[in-house]
């Protein structure tokens, strides 16, 4: 039986998925950093601003980083 009164701190979307591609969101309230999307291909992460597409941080393949930020 789950306990009530435990607070989640975060909580973790998974989005979308294309190409091979995973797209994550993170909700919670410890909120960091403009709003953003993490992006997951194979071993490369990269996060992305969710109002300009802008790659933030991280490294993902050119072909993969144009789809993610289109």
Same mark, same amino acid.
């Given at each position: 039986?789950? +306990?009530? +009164?435990?607070?989640? @701190? !975060?909580?973790?979307?998974?989005?979308?998925?294309?190409?091979?591609?995973?797209?994550?969101?993170?909700?919670? +309230?410890?909120?960091?950093?403009?709003?953003?999307?993490?992006?997951?291909?194979?071993?490369?992460?990269?996060?992305? @601003?969710?109002?300009?597409g @802008? $790659?933030?941080?991280?490294?993902?393949?050119? @072909? $993969? !980083? $144009?789809?993610?930020?289109?």
């Amino acid at each position: 039986m789950k +306990n009530k +009164n435990i607070v989640y @701190d !975060e909580c973790i979307l998974s989005i979308s998925m294309f190409y091979g591609i995973l797209i994550r969101m993170y909700l919670g +309230n410890k909120e960091h950093n403009s709003p953003h999307i993490h992006a997951y291909y194979q071993d490369e992460k990269a996060t992305y @601003d969710i109002r300009t597409g @802008d $790659k933030m941080e991280g490294k993902m393949p050119k @072909d $993969k !980083e $144009k789809l993610v930020s289109a």
